[in-house]
Nanobody, 117 residues
Framework: QVQLVESGGGLVQPGGSLRLSCEWS????????MAWYRQTPGKERELVAL???????NYINSVKGRFTLARDNAKNTMYLQMNNLKSDDTAVYYC???????????WGKGTLVNVSS
Protein backbone atom coordinates (compact mmCIF):
# COMPACT_ATOMS: atom_id res chain seq x y z
CA GLN A 1 0.00 0.00 0.00
CA VAL A 2 0.99 3.58 -0.65
CA GLN A 3 -0.53 6.59 1.07
CA LEU A 4 -0.17 10.03 -0.47
CA VAL A 5 -1.03 13.36 1.17
CA GLU A 6 -0.89 16.62 -0.77
CA SER A 7 -0.61 20.10 0.70
CA GLY A 8 0.29 23.62 -0.34
CA GLY A 9 -2.62 24.63 -2.53
CA GLY A 10 -4.42 27.92 -2.19
CA LEU A 11 -5.43 31.18 -3.82
CA VAL A 12 -2.74 33.08 -5.70
CA GLN A 13 -2.74 35.97 -8.12
CA PRO A 14 -1.63 35.53 -11.74
CA GLY A 15 2.14 35.68 -11.91
CA GLY A 16 2.50 34.36 -8.39
CA SER A 17 4.05 31.18 -7.06
CA LEU A 18 3.05 28.17 -4.99
CA ARG A 19 4.84 25.04 -3.88
CA LEU A 20 2.85 21.84 -3.58
CA SER A 21 4.03 18.96 -1.45
CA CYS A 22 3.17 15.28 -1.56
CA GLU A 23 4.23 13.22 1.44
CA TRP A 24 4.18 9.47 0.94
CA SER A 25 4.26 6.39 3.11
CA UNK A 26 4.53 2.80 1.92
CA UNK A 27 3.92 -0.68 3.23
CA UNK A 28 5.17 -3.61 1.20
CA UNK A 29 5.38 -1.60 -2.01
CA UNK A 30 8.28 0.17 -3.68
CA UNK A 31 7.42 3.27 -5.66
CA UNK A 32 8.61 3.09 -9.28
CA UNK A 33 7.48 6.50 -10.48
CA MET A 34 5.65 9.53 -9.20
CA ALA A 35 3.71 12.27 -10.89
CA TRP A 36 1.52 15.33 -10.49
CA TYR A 37 -1.83 15.46 -12.25
CA ARG A 38 -4.49 18.17 -12.31
CA GLN A 39 -8.18 18.27 -13.05
CA THR A 40 -10.80 20.95 -13.63
CA PRO A 41 -14.56 20.38 -13.58
CA GLY A 42 -15.82 18.68 -16.72
CA LYS A 43 -12.35 17.74 -17.94
CA GLU A 44 -10.25 14.61 -17.72
CA ARG A 45 -7.40 14.43 -15.27
CA GLU A 46 -4.24 15.73 -16.97
CA LEU A 47 -0.64 14.67 -16.38
CA VAL A 48 1.44 17.71 -15.44
CA ALA A 49 4.86 16.28 -14.58
CA LEU A 50 6.40 12.94 -13.73
CA UNK A 51 9.62 11.54 -12.39
CA UNK A 52 11.08 8.04 -12.39
CA UNK A 53 13.44 6.35 -9.98
CA UNK A 54 16.11 6.69 -12.66
CA UNK A 55 15.88 10.45 -12.23
CA UNK A 56 14.14 11.32 -15.47
CA UNK A 57 11.62 14.17 -15.22
CA ASN A 58 9.15 15.27 -17.87
CA TYR A 59 6.63 18.09 -18.11
CA ILE A 60 3.73 18.96 -20.33
CA ASN A 61 4.49 21.81 -22.72
CA SER A 62 2.21 24.32 -21.03
CA VAL A 63 4.19 24.24 -17.76
CA LYS A 64 7.75 23.86 -19.06
CA GLY A 65 9.96 26.61 -17.73
CA ARG A 66 7.43 27.51 -15.02
CA PHE A 67 6.99 24.33 -12.95
CA THR A 68 9.71 22.25 -11.34
CA LEU A 69 9.22 18.78 -9.88
CA ALA A 70 11.57 17.63 -7.14
CA ARG A 71 11.65 14.46 -5.07
CA ASP A 72 13.32 14.18 -1.67
CA ASN A 73 13.55 10.50 -0.80
CA ALA A 74 15.05 11.26 2.62
CA LYS A 75 11.87 13.14 3.54
CA ASN A 76 9.47 10.91 1.59
CA THR A 77 8.20 14.04 -0.10
CA MET A 78 7.70 15.18 -3.67
CA TYR A 79 7.32 18.84 -4.54
CA LEU A 80 5.94 20.87 -7.40
CA GLN A 81 7.27 24.41 -7.49
CA MET A 82 4.93 26.48 -9.62
CA ASN A 83 6.04 29.93 -10.78
CA ASN A 84 4.44 32.53 -13.01
CA LEU A 85 1.06 30.96 -12.45
CA LYS A 86 -1.73 31.57 -14.94
CA SER A 87 -5.49 31.32 -14.64
CA ASP A 88 -5.34 28.18 -16.81
CA ASP A 89 -3.36 26.50 -14.02
CA THR A 90 -6.41 26.61 -11.76
CA ALA A 91 -7.27 23.02 -10.90
CA VAL A 92 -7.23 20.37 -8.23
CA TYR A 93 -3.72 18.91 -8.21
CA TYR A 94 -3.24 15.25 -7.40
CA CYS A 95 -0.18 13.29 -6.39
CA UNK A 96 0.23 9.91 -8.10
CA UNK A 97 2.53 6.96 -7.50
CA UNK A 98 3.01 3.65 -9.29
CA UNK A 99 4.01 0.55 -7.37
CA UNK A 100 6.97 -1.37 -8.75
CA UNK A 101 5.82 -4.77 -7.54
CA UNK A 102 2.20 -4.54 -8.65
CA UNK A 103 1.98 -1.74 -11.24
CA UNK A 104 -0.88 -0.31 -9.23
CA UNK A 105 -1.58 3.40 -9.24
CA UNK A 106 -2.14 5.27 -6.00
CA TRP A 107 -3.67 8.72 -5.60
CA GLY A 108 -3.85 11.42 -3.01
CA LYS A 109 -7.04 13.33 -2.31
CA GLY A 110 -5.86 16.45 -4.10
CA THR A 111 -5.19 20.07 -3.25
CA LEU A 112 -6.90 23.03 -4.90
CA VAL A 113 -4.89 25.69 -6.71
CA ASN A 114 -6.90 28.79 -7.60
CA VAL A 115 -5.15 31.41 -9.73
CA SER A 116 -7.27 34.52 -9.71
CA SER A 117 -7.01 38.25 -9.28
Amino acid sequence: QVQLVESGGGLVQPGGSLRLSCEWSTSGVTIAAMAWYRQTPGKERELVALTTNAGATNYINSVKGRFTLARDNAKNTMYLQMNNLKSDDTAVYYCNAVGRENDMEYWGKGTLVNVSS
